[in-house]
């Protein structure tokens, strides 16, 4: 079974200072990984995605992510987080069917980010 | 563009009443998902389609939930009758092709309360 963890519900940082959500994933096979952040009262914007090639993904507003196979993770960071980073942000790993692929979420990692 | 669009946004409803949420997902997507998001649960697939067929309605909760596409730019979850236990955010979420590897764009999710 394919399965995406985030073992931690929130996350404190301090405006300016480094930010890291972590994300576990376990699949059968290749993995395809996504990070989606939500802001209070919206749907979930794509932030990022691993397919193949470079371990390390460029995303949005400044965010990156670090694939590591030999540790099931997908970690995402930003160098110097904004108070506007705050929200909740959901690990995501492609779950291949029958003859299509389903998006497993994890539960979330609610990001608190203080001035 | 003007991304996936849900209506409405917010709906208070009685148990026993029937509900009707829509969903126009971007114009040329030919996938097109439902999500429930709880507090309890987390984010689930509720259905997907693709090209207006549904390919996995696996996660419907049960018969009072039903489906449908029927043309490429609109959808439909009708629950009948509602009840409290139905309380949450449905999201609506299209992708371009049929999912692999494709990024799912969420609409802004239509809020339910069921009293």
């Known amino acids: 079974a394919q399965s995406v963890a985030q073992p931690e519900d929130q996350v404190n940082v301090a405006e300016g200072n480094p930010l890291t959500v972590k994300c576990t994933y376990s699949?059968?096979?290749?993995?395809?990984l996504f990070w989606y952040v939500q802001y209070p009262n919206r749907g979930l914007q794509f932030l990022l995605k691993?397919?193949?090639?470079?371990?390390l993904v460029k995303g949005s507003y400044g965010f990156e992510a670090e694939f590591n196979k030999s540790q099931t993770s997908f970690h995402l960071k930003k160098p110097s987080a904004l108070v506007s980073d705050s929200a909740l942000y959901f690990c995501?790993?492609?779950?291949?069917?029958?003859?299509?692929?389903?998006?497993?979420f994890g539960a979330g990692t609610q990001v608190v980010v203080t001035p | 563009d003007a991304g996936v669009i849900q209506s409405p946004r917010h709906e208070v409803t009685e148990m026993g009443q029937e509900v009707t949420l829509r969903c126009k997902p971007i114009s040329g997507h030919n996938s097109l998902f439902w999500y429930r998001q709880t507090m309890m649960r987390g984010l689930e697939l509720l259905i997907y389609?693709?090209?207006?067929?549904?390919?996995?309605d696996s996660g419907m909760p049960e018969d009072r939930f039903s489906a449908k596409m029927p043309n490429a730019s609109f959808s439909t979850l009708k629950i009948q009758p509602s009840e409290p236990r139905d309380s949450a955010v449905y999201f609506c979420?299209?992708?371009?092709?049929?999912?692999?590897?494709?990024?799912?764009?969420f609409g802004p999710g239509t809020r339910l309360t069921v009293l």
């Open positions: 699949v059968s096979g290749n993995p395809y």
């Open positions: 389609f693709n090209n207006n067929v549904p390919i996995d």
């Open positions: 979420a299209s992708s371009l092709e049929s999912p692999g590897a494709d990024t799912q764009y």
């Open positions: 691993y397919i193949t090639g470079d371990n």
């Open positions: 995501a790993v492609l779950s291949l069917g029958d003859s299509w692929g389903k998006l497993q």
